[in-house]
């Protein structure tokens, strides 16, 4: 419940103040509304893994979902950059971050912030050259 509530008290109303706009692609696996700048990806906030962990209350998993069913370079392929998540018969390419925003009693949210918005633009700016549609 505490991460959802800085989600939503906190990140996605910051997010929205930088150009950021509601999404209406459904995630395969992630319940909640996500993100986004441009249709080309898509940010959500995954607040179940780790929900059961003793210090996760202090940091949410961050994916960065492209919607498409896309052919990508080797380059832009494996764990540092994208990886696929399928669901059904459709494969989506995707990239997860772990995101702490609370270190014991100190809380680092706007740095968490600038993290997950710079991530977005590099990796937009990975996929924005390939002309995906």
């Known amino acids: 419940m505490f991460r959802r509530s800085i989600i939503t008290g906190y990140f996605e109303p910051q997010l929205l103040g930088l150009d950021f706009l509601r999404s209406d692609v459904r995630h395969p696996s992630i319940t909640d509304g996500g993100l986004m700048q441009s ?4 940010v959500f906030f995954d607040v179940d ?41 459709k494969t989506y390419w995707h990239h997860r971050e772990l ?3 609370k270190y014991g009693k ?26 995906l549609s």
């Open 39 to 42: 249709g080309l990806l898509h």
């Open 99 to 101: 995101v702490r925003f």
């Open 49 to 89: 893994t780790g929900a059961d962990y003793p210090d996760g209350d202090e940091w949410v998993i961050v994916e960065y979902l492209l919607p498409l069913d896309a052919s990508l370079p080797d380059s832009l392929k494996g764990t540092d950059h994208f990886t696929t998540i399928s669901a059904g018969s």
């Open 106 to 131: 100190s809380k680092k949210l706007s740095e968490s912030l600038v993290f997950i918005e710079s991530k977005y633009k590099e990796l937009h700016g990975m996929l924005e050259p390939l002309e």
